[in-house]
């Protein structure tokens, strides 16, 4: 990734959703008013479980960002991960606590891996734990490095 891509975000080579999405991304904005995107993130609670797809009501987090219309499940796992709202896992919060960062960010370095691999959930608490300790270019630019990848 070009070290200019934030930059060049202000510029895409057209004005398709994808694009839209992707330059929003690059500036950190994803899902906010203004970027483009169909639904705020905020709209669908953000719960951590054991297995990170279900909530304590027993639907699935994919089954609620499949409500969003025109959102594939990703790119709403992906706002999620950058919501304002956006919380991290607690078992990382606790590392944090105990001074464990380099711990905490090895773990999140997992949890995006596993993200990486179709367990959106997961995708959704490592973007989210990288801004919080102040990864928040590598969460963008991994982020967008996953996004174009899975275009390909």
Do not use: C, W
Not at 4 to 11: C, F, G, K, N, R
Not at 110 to 130: I, K
Not at 147 to 152: C, I, T, W, Y
Request: glycine residues 8%; proline residues 9%; aromatic residues 2%.
């Amino acid at each position: 990734m070009a070290p200019s891509y934030e930059i060049a975000s202000h510029s895409p080579p057209s004005n398709s959703p994808e694009n839209n999405f992707l330059a929003a991304l690059a500036q950190g904005t994803p899902g906010r008013p203004g970027s483009n995107t169909a639904s705020e993130p905020a709209t669908v609670p953000h719960t951590e479980t054991p297995d990170h797809q279900e909530d304590p009501n027993g639907s699935s987090d994919l089954a609620a960002q499949s409500k969003a219309p025109d959102i594939s499940p990703l790119t709403h796992s992906i706002m999620r991960g950058f919501s304002d709202q956006a919380e991290i896992p607690a078992r990382l919060q606790i590392l944090l606590d105990n001074g464990q960062l380099g711990e905490a960010i090895l773990r999140t370095m997992d949890l995006f891996a596993r993200g990486a691999q179709g367990n959106l959930g997961d995708l959704s608490h490592a973007l989210a734990a990288l801004r919080a300790v102040g990864l928040e270019d590598t969460a963008r630019r991994a982020t967008l490095q996953l996004m174009l990848l899975e275009h390909r």
